[in-house]
């Protein structure tokens, strides 16, 4: 058995780089233990979860799938908080246009949706795809994980697609690329964000630190 209190469990199948957001896990809570784990059993014994996650759907989904994790965070999300970050965020919603049409886990009613060629915003500039580097989000409701983040603060955000979802209450947080798209997913004990939380200073580190302390209610 573990003497640990507060066991995070960062999701490894294969996509991205996960030891930086353990790395930021392990700063901001130094008094936990944080294992990167490709084994379901891990995340079930874990007191919280982290679904990272970087590259193409249809890769991530087939290795989610292979390892049981789309079993493991079905199940977890119904008992401890987990954060989702990037492409673990796409992964939780029904379906994603990128490499020609990809089923993701079906846990959140929406679809994963490209920003196009021809993206301008508002002024009439070009917009660059992927969409990276940093941007203002608009926190939505007031929730645990926006405690100590100033409003409209700045993240940072490296990604193609973007999640539509079918329920706008689901909605913690918005951004703006040429299109208005859901920066970061709340509901019960799962919060989603489209950004990079380790990548980004000082607000992904309160945003990290928030999590490890909450109780997964709002």
């Not at 401890?80 to 020609?100: D, F, R």
């Not at 100033?150 to 940072?156: I, K, L, P, V």
Request: glycine share 8%.
């Amino acid at each position: 058995m573990s003497d640990f209190r507060n066991r995070i469990a960062v999701l490894d199948y294969g996509m991205g780089n996960l030891h930086s957001a353990a790395k930021a896990l392990e700063h901001v809570a130094p008094d936990s233990h944080v294992v990167v784990t490709s084994d379901p059993m891990e995340v079930d014994r874990a007191d919280r979860v982290v679904f990272p996650g970087v590259g193409a759907i249809r890769d991530c989904m087939s290795e989610i799938r292979r390892l049981g994790f789309d079993q493991a965070v079905a199940k977890a999300i119904n008992e401890k908080p987990v954060l989702a970050i990037c492409v673990g965020m796409q992964a939780l919603v029904s379906h994603s246009e990128e490499n020609g049409g990809v089923d993701c886990l079906d846990l959140l009613p929406g679809n994963v949706r490209y920003f196009g060629d021809n993206l301008v915003a508002e002024d009439g500039e070009r917009l660059k795809v992927p969409h990276m580097g940093w941007n203002r989000v608009e926190q939505c409701i007031d929730h645990p994980l926006w405690q100590g983040i100033e409003q409209g603060t700045r993240f940072y955000f490296v990604h193609s697609f973007y999640v539509d979802v079918a329920d706008q209450s689901l909605v913690a947080g918005r951004c703006d690329y040429g299109k208005n798209f859901a920066a970061a997913l709340s509901k019960d004990n799962l919060f989603a964000v489209q950004f990079h939380p380790e990548k980004s200073h000082t607000a992904g580190l309160r945003l990290l630190s928030n999590f490890v302390q909450w109780d997964g209610t709002c």
